[in-house]
């Protein structure tokens, strides 16, 4: 590690963090990465750019990304800045660099790092205000999601939704300020985060009704749509999201009902799940078992999944801050944004 | 305020407060009156040993009436207020359902006998629920008011008593709507009464009709579950995973006999707030020592993995082959189908009906809103960030007590006339109409 003491102290505080679960949530977690990540690029002497890509990728990014493998968003996140730097590189090469050469990609980074380190100094300012705009972008992600709230609600509908996703919170508050609907709150047991949105919405003005778990299909038949967030979303498009979303998901299909993913690019990760439960964690059993409920809890097995599989067909779209895309299109938003190098970090 | 207003603000409070002391003192003197006839067949008669039994019952619940009547003007008043303000925030779609107010029995009619007012107070406060335990609790109420019954001059016992009856079973109703099953055997019992032979004498009538139901107890309810657990334990192999939602008497008396065979399979519990009724079960599974693992639906597809057997037990099933029970078996019956699993039913044919119902909103029942607000999974309460609900003028709170799980869900049906498909079931309300009835 090339950087300073006090940059290697911000790494290892981050890591911690994260591995505490002192920052959690998607949002919070790509946040911290980015800020983290344009310290490092500004701090990293380097040379060539694989000297670049090394101290990303290896010495902070796998980091990061083991710390708490469950937070996809680091490893997107990482991904992100990796792109980015290929991509600099790659067209500062061919404008401004010194060679002329066109032919692939990993032959004009060479040509950059053979002979001039001139040009990688001149790279590295752009790659940091190149990073920053991506920070920006990542504190704004949900203006752009929210601006689409009129286009997917009507006026008189019912709208379910699960758990508490910030986003959500917002699009719905933004088209009740034009439109007049309804919507109902599956209560997310055991983190009860349906109680906590409801009582957001309703303050908002949104006639809001929350229902237990349990009447989640009793109910559907009468729903619009669901509209929910996610935790990360996967190469496939299926979701990795609150624990109770699959059934949602799947009563809404049962139903023909749409189910609508509002979702930040950042949480789009490269990761394929070969296996459902690859991305899931059980969880401390007391909200669902009691340790004072005496003896019984010794002879019990208690589940309590933090996270749910909800696989791409049972979802009908995803809105994000580049528009609304079905989850067979993601694909193309994940080469857009990542390079097929870094998908294992 | 302006001082109109004011007065005829107490104008109308005096003219309840006399309301409610007219109220009393007409409840007071029904529960005099209930004491005198229930008094009368202990002195008169007691030829069998029920009857004296059942009329000691009633005399000590006379008492209890009389003390509900007089604490109702806090207690009831307090809660009448506020069924009120939350009947004010019903939720659209089920404003044709009433939440319950609960069995108030201050302003109970003098004729309604004491063991149906405890018997309404244990329904609306859920002491007494699940449809099997609902019904016999039900008509073992009913045999005592049969048995405290007296045929007035001029009329006769078959075309009297289900006058007499009814009222009873309009209270019951009030408490807490009826279960299906609930109303076979009610309408069984009338066609009963109706059957009777006029020249009969009273006590033997009543003799006969008790009789009759300790029959209808026995045939449709307690046989019927034995012969439902032989058939349920073919079903059950050595390695199987069998996955069961909330608590169904017929359910946990077939784990326990396949557990008693010497079967080697283990149980997934899976429950939901607020009943938390798969908790009862856990503990008898456990205590019985199989092998149980218990989550709340939120973990349905995460655990479904493994099952190779769902069983789940009606409240109610409908002619089109639709399945009435807790809510949340639906979503059970569905996430098992999505996984190709069996789903299978374990229902008595008394709780078979001839209506038809697509989805859970026609035909429902609401529980108190309140319970969703306590987040607590133990007995002691525990208020969650909704507790202020009532004050927040677009915030609703619904507590569904049953759904309707759609046929193309259901694998089998266990009756104790054989295992169907659940399609067939006007085939059996047709072929054993007589027995039903």
């Known amino acids: 590690m090339t950087g300073p003491r006090d940059l290697n102290a911000q790494i290892e505080s981050l890591v911690n963090r994260l591995r505490r679960r002192q920052v959690v949530g998607s949002w919070c977690v790509s946040i911290e990465t980015a800020m983290l990540l344009r310290q490092v690029v500004s701090a990293t002497r380097w040379n060539q750019v694989e000297t670049l890509i090394k101290v990303v990728k290896e010495d902070v990014g796998r980091r990061l990304v083991m710390a708490q493998p469950r937070e996809l968003a680091v490893g997107n996140i990482v991904c992100r800045v990796l792109r980015l730097i290929r991509e600099k590189i790659r067209t500062f090469s061919f404008y401004g660099g010194s060679g002329t050469g066109t032919n692939t990609q990993s032959s004009m980074i060479n040509l950059l790092g053979d002979g001039s380190p001139m040009g990688a100094k001149r790279a590295s300012p752009l790659i940091i205000s190149e990073l920053q705009e991506m920070i920006n972008e990542l504190e704004n992600t949900y203006v752009n999601i929210i601006d689409q709230a009129m286009e997917h609600i009507h006026s008189n509908e019912i709208i379910m939704t699960v758990g508490k996703s910030r986003t959500v919170e917002m699009f719905l508050k933004t088209a009740a300020k034009k439109r007049k609907f309804s919507v109902l709150v599956a209560e997310t047991f055991p983190t009860y985060l349906g109680h906590e949105m409801a009582l957001s919405l309703s303050e908002a003005g949104i006639d809001t009704t929350v229902i237990s778990d349990s009447a989640i299909f009793a109910v559907m038949s009468r729903v619009n749509k669901v509209i929910m967030g996610t935790h990360a979303v996967l190469a496939n498009g299926g979701l990795i999201s609150v624990s109770g979303a699959q059934m949602v998901a799947t009563a809404a299909k049962h139903h023909s009902k749409p189910v609508v993913v509002c979702t930040g690019l950042y949480k789009l990760s490269p990761l394929y799940p070969y296996d459902e439960d690859s991305f899931n964690d059980l969880v401390a059993p007391d909200p669902v078992f009691s340790f004072n409920e005496g003896d019984l809890i010794d002879k019990v097995t208690l589940l309590n999944p933090y996270y749910d599989y909800v696989s791409p067909e049972l979802v009908s779209l995803f809105i994000t801050n580049t528009g609304g895309h079905p989850p067979s299109y993601l694909y193309r938003l994940i080469n857009e944004n990542y390079d097929p190098d870094d998908t294992d970090i | ?437």
Request: with cysteine.
């Open chain 2, 1 to 437: 305020m302006d001082p109109v207003k004011k007065t005829a603000k107490e104008l109308k409070a005096e003219r309840r407060a006399l309301q409610e002391r007219q109220r009393a003192e007409k409840a007071a003197r029904a529960a005099g009156n209930a004491a005198v006839p229930a008094k009368k067949p202990a002195s008169g008669s007691g030829a069998s040993t029920t009857v004296g039994s059942t009329s000691a019952t009633s005399t000590t619940a006379t008492p209890l009436s009389e003390t509900a009547g007089s604490t109702k003007t806090t207690d009831s008043k307090q809660r009448h207020s506020l069924t009120k303000e939350i009947n004010s925030k019903q939720v659209d779609m089920f404003s044709h359902l009433e939440i319950t107010k609960g069995a108030n029995t201050g302003l109970a009619p003098k004729e309604i006998h004491p063991a149906i007012l405890v018997l309404g107070l244990q329904f609306s406060e859920f002491k007494i629920c699940g449809a099997n335990a609902r019904c016999i609790a039900a008509l073992t109420a009913f045999q005592k008011v049969i048995q405290d019954y007296k045929t007035p001059e001029g009329t006769t016992l078959s075309r009297h008593l289900p006058t007499h009856l009814s009222p009873q079973i309009t209270y019951l109703v009030n408490a807490r709507p009826m279960s299906v099953g609930m109303g076979n055997a009610i309408r069984h019992l009338k066609w009963e009464i109706s059957t009777i032979d006029i020249e009969m004498s009273d006590d033997e009538a009543k003799k006969l009709l008790c009789e009759k139901i300790d029959n209808f107890i026995r045939d449709s309810i307690t046989v019927a579950d034995r012969v439902i657990v032989e058939y349920g334990l073919q079903k059950i192999q050595d390695g199987d995973v069998i996955l069961t939602y909330a608590r169904s008497s017929v359910v946990q008396q077939l784990l326990l006999e396949a557990h008693t065979k010497g079967i080697k399979f283990k149980v997934i519990i899976i429950d939901s707030r607020p009943r938390l009724e798969g908790k009862k079960l856990l503990n008898c599974l456990v205590n019985a020592g199989i092998n149980c693992t218990y989550a709340f639906l939120h973990a349905v597809g995460f655990a479904m993995r493994d099952v190779s057997k769902v069983f789940l037990g009606a409240h109610a099933f409908m002619s089109n082959g639709a399945l009435y029970s807790r809510v949340g078996t639906a979503m059970v019956a569905m996430m098992a189908k999505e996984k190709n699993i069996p789903v299978i039913i374990c229902c008595e044919t008394y709780k078979f009906t001839d209506k038809v119902q697509l989805d859970s909103f026609v035909m429902n029942e609401q529980g108190n809103p309140n319970d969703i607000v306590n987040i607590s999974t133990t007995l002691a309460p525990k208020p969650g960030l909704l507790s202020e609900w009532l004050n927040k003028p677009d915030l609703k709170l619904l507590n569904l007590l049953y759904d309707l799980t759609p046929s193309k869900y259901i694998t089998t049906v266990i009756t104790e006339v054989g295992m169907i498909p659940c399609t067939s079931v006007p085939v059996i309300l047709r072929e054993y109409k007589p027995m039903v009835q």
